[in-house]
């Protein structure tokens, strides 16, 4: 069975610092795509990042930064500098791939981020 | 239109009643999913349509739930005889061939 788990139920920080929102999964596929979404108060979920199971390099994409590491089945996500505008529920989601790939996600239980000013 | 677009965005129900909640996806995109976000369970997935193909209802809760796809465009998720536990926010998503999924901005609904 697949499984994403978000340990972190709410996080808060101060503007301007690092953050890190865990992500672990399980899944018996050896083909897979990992997504991070971000979903703000308005409750749309705006798409991150998608990262398919052979590609384990880290990304970076300004502030963001992603670190995949298949032998602890995990998929970080960084915020550097964090910004109040960053607030919002972050989902790491999981989707099959392949011949059957139908592209239903298996969501995490989502982590709360709050940036003080 | 440039997004997902659902319908209403806020819906109150009185308990029994039946409920129609519309999404029009992204012109082209040929997969469409539903998804349901509450409180104690998190996102669920619901169901999913593929082109003409039979649609995927593994994550229909009840046979109270039930989901149409017409032209293969608009879809729309029906809920009879609703009930308390179905109030939650119901999100609606469609993907092209080989993207990410992008979603609409949900419908809220309150069943009292």
């Known amino acids: 069975a697949q499984k994403v788990t978000q340990a972190q139920t709410e996080i808060s920080v101060v503007e301007k610092e690092d953050v890190t929102l865990d992500c672990v999964y399980e899944t018996r596929d050896t083909t897979y795509y990992l997504f991070w979404y971000k979903q703000p108060p308005s409750g749309e979920l705006v798409f991150l990042i998608r990262r398919n199971s052979f590609d384990e390099q880290n990304e970076i994409s300004g502030r963001y930064s992603w670190n995949f590491q298949k032998s602890t089945s995990s998929f970080n996500f960084t915020i550097t500098a964090s910004q109040v505008v960053d607030s919002a529920v972050y989902f790491c989601?999981?989707?099959?791939?392949?011949?059957?790939?139908?592209?239903?996600?298996?969501f995490g239980q989502g982590t709360t981020l709050q940036v003080k000013p | 239109g440039a997004g997902v677009s659902q319908s209403p965005s806020n819906k109150v129900t009185e308990k029994g009643k039946d409920v129609e909640l519309r999404c029009d996806p992204i012109?082209?995109?040929?997969?469409l999913y539903w998804y349901r976000q509450s409180l104690g369970q998190g996102l669920e997935f619901l169901i999913y349509?593929?082109?003409?193909?039979?649609?995927?209802k593994s994550g229909l809760p009840s046979d109270r739930f039930s989901a149409e796809r017409t032209g293969g465009s608009v879809s729309t998720l029906t809920i009879q005889r609703t009930q308390q536990e179905d109030s939650a926010v119901y999100l609606c998503a469609s993907r092209g061939l080989n993207t990410e999924a992008f979603f609409g901005q949900g419908t809220r609904l309150t069943v009292v």
């Open positions: 349509f593929q082109g003409n193909s039979a649609p995927d």
């Open positions: 012109s082209g995109h040929t997969a």
């Open positions: 989601a999981l989707s099959e791939w392949g011949s059957s790939n139908t592209g239903k996600l298996i």
